[in-house]
């Protein structure tokens, strides 16, 4: 039964009008994902239908079960997308097809703007429905909410709104229950009326899903064009690579190719069918606060939600599919959060997630190094919250250090030098600007290795007491170090390992005249030619600075390290005059090698300028 109500316009939410701006307007060489995405969506309804079927019976009761059907019309010149699936009520038109719900839009929308592979990463945002408009000028969406009267077309030619209306009797007649899309195609998107067109899209890209796809041609008899089967439930050895290549894209609407493939099932107190993929590409929205793993869980082929958080936070670039036998259909999305079984599932597969990583490592080093590359940011948050599996992790990791790139602790400690007892760090913006750090001179007299730091997750982790091989974990940046059992490499170095300063008189002198400024002022074994550096007291410096930017604490007063080598911290105690300022200024010079800016700038100008000049007019 349909009411007489007008068509009514509606505006698109504004990043909705952006988006489809931006791709009617851009020449995207991969238009063929706007089937892959239309069968997606008729595949989540057939999915949501069957869950809602568990607890409301009657929604199938007209005993057809869930199917797509795809029907090219070239009198018409359209292509539907049928299903009959969930359906979507006039509300859920206007907000599903209105707007984008999804965190880091914007941000996407900027990059999209910018970007030569628009296709390759509308794959990975997964625009989604409105991806047709790549293809169509006009759409229609005609849809009945699974167990409702009411039929309601939803039509769009783009640009900046839609109309909703009740569908006309024939319409409202035919779609029995689920939804039909009809794109009436751009002039240059005939092709896709061709049926070995279609047939060629559904095999690349969605021959893995669960529910039939109808080929209707306009003569002959329907056929189904894929294979419909849960592929995770096949076994491993009637599945060739490219099978697994195929199922990671329908499965996780991707365009790379996933570097780790996990497929088993386990047997036992729980009994479960898993496979997993990692991506070897990064996506636009892994450091998004509100992103969340997209491992599905399904229930005995049943979908049942893909938000349950099966793998830990760290594990988020994980994609694919746990099918659990002995999980409750009906279990509620409120059940998911604390459920034992599910718990256990979650450890148990992330042990095997985290073996696969070793095994990769160990055997084929390529796609772990491809893994690491992409997600080695998001894997170190693991060694913050996964106490567990730390040592593990920690084997894992990958490090830039002062001797090269791709190194492993292991390797550290293998090459680690004579007395050296700890495995030093340093953190900080960029491995150029922390290669010319002075806090690694005296490490580099001494071949000691450094590990180079710089993804901000880096200050968190290492904030913990760590150690690896029985070697604390130990911040150049932090606290005392003690290089002076350490062979020096050089000998040419040794010479000049002779304070110039008597560091009583020059460290006095300089505490005076920093004051309050500074916690502590110290002679620094860090350094053999720079003057100065900073050191924290507790913290991590790199750590503080983050935090403080986040408003979750202040930044300390600091230690400044002087070298008592250095010609200019050996002229303080005998420059009355100039002792103040030369002692600011080794405060300064260290503040700007930290990447930090000198509490008054201009103060700090005028003063060198000065210094400069007493030295011009000495000389
Ligand atoms: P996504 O699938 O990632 O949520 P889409 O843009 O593809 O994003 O779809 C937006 C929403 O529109 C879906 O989440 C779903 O709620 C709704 N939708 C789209 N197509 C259908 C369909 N065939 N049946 C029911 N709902 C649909
Ligand atoms: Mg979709």
Aim: hydrophobic share 40%.
């Amino acid at each position: 039964m349909t009411t007489t109500t007008a068509p009514e316009s509606q505006p698109f939410q504004a990043e909705v009008a952006e988006l489809l701006q931006l791709m009617v307007h851009s020449v995207y060489s991969e238009t063929d994902i706007f089937l892959r995405e239309l069968i997606s969506n008729a595949s989540d309804a057939c999915d949501k239908l069957r869950y809602e079927a568990i607890a409301a019976p009657d929604l199938i009761a007209d005993g057809a079960p869930p199917k797509i059907w795809i029907r090219p019309d070239k009198n018409a010149n359209t292509l539907s997308v049928i299903d009959s699936g969930i359906g979507m009520d006039r509300q859920e038109l206007i907000d599903n097809l209105g707007t984008i719900a999804r965190s880091g839009t914007k941000s996407f929308l900027a990059r999209l703007a910018e970007a030569k592979d628009g296709a390759n990463l509308i794959g990975q945002f997964g625009v989604g429905f409105y991806a047709a408009f790549m293809v169509a000028e006009k759409i229609v969406v005609i849809s009945r909410r699974a167990g409702s009267d009411e039929v309601w077309t939803w039509t769009s030619s783009g640009g900046s709104g839609f109309e909703i209306a009740p569908a006309g009797e024939e319409d409202a007649k035919r779609v029995i229950r689920g939804t039909e899309i009809v794109l009436h195609l751009k002039k240059d998107a005939a092709k896709y009326l061709e049926t070995y067109e279609i047939e060629r899209i559904v095999r690349a890209y969605s021959d893995n899903i669960q529910f039939p796809i109808e080929l209707v041609p306009e003569e002959g008899e329907p056929r189904q064009i894929n294979s419909a089967s849960a592929l995770w439930q096949r076994s491993k050895s009637e599945l060739s690579a490219e099978d697994y290549k195929e199922a990671y894209k329908s499965i996780a609407g991707a365009f790379d190719e996933p570097a780790m493939t996990l497929h088993y099932r386990a047997e036992g107190r729980q009994s479960y069918a898993v496979l997993l993929f990692a991506p070897s590409t990064k996506p636009f929205d892994l450091f998004e606060p509100a992103r969340k793993g997209r491992v599905k869980l399904y229930v005995r082929r049943v979908f049942i939600a893909d938000d349950a958080d099966l793998l830990p936070a760290y594990l988020r670039f994980i994609r694919g599919v746990i099918d659990s036998e002995d999980l409750p259909l009906n279990i509620s999305r409120e059940m998911l959060q604390n459920n034992p079984q599910l718990t256990q599932i979650r450890n148990a597969v992330t042990g095997r997630v985290i073996g696969e990583f070793e095994r990769l490592a160990d055997k084929e080093q390529d796609a772990f190094a491809k893994i690491w590359d992409a997600f080695g940011p998001v894997l170190k948050e693991g060694l913050w919250e996964d106490y567990e599996r730390r040592e593990k992790l920690l084997g894992l990791a990958r490090f830039t250090t002062t001797a090269g790139e791709n190194r492993t602790l292991k390797q550290y400690v293998e090459a680690i030098r004579p007395n050296q007892t700890d495995i030093y760090y340093l953190t900080g913006d960029s491995i150029e600007r922390l290669k010319s750090n002075p806090k690694l001179e005296a490490a580099k007299a001494r071949g000691v290795e450094v590990l180079l730091l710089t993804d901000p997750v880096d200050a968190f982790w290492t904030s913990a007491p760590i150690d690896f091989g029985g070697k604390p974990l130990k911040s150049l940046s932090q606290g005392d170090v003690d290089f002076s059992l350490i062979p020096l490499v050089d000998d040419k170095a040794a010479a000049k390992d002779e304070p110039a300063a008597d560091e009583a008189t020059t460290i006095a002198a300089i505490k005076e005249a920093l004051g309050e400024r500074v916690a502590d002022v110290r002679a620094s074994q860090r350094l053999t030619s720079s003057a100065s550096c900073l050191v924290g007291g507790g913290r991590d410096r790199m750590l503080e600075r983050l935090l403080a930017q986040q408003n979750r604490g202040a930044v300390t007063k600091p230690i400044l390290e002087v070298n008592l080598r250095h010609p200019l911290v050996a002229a303080i105690v005998g420059e009355k005059d100039a002792a103040r300022d030369l002692s600011l200024l080794l405060l300064e010079q260290a503040q700007i090698l930290e990447g930090e800016l000198p509490e008054d700038p201009a103060a700090f100008a005028s003063r060198l300028n000065q210094l400069v000049l007493r030295g011009l007019a000495k000389a």
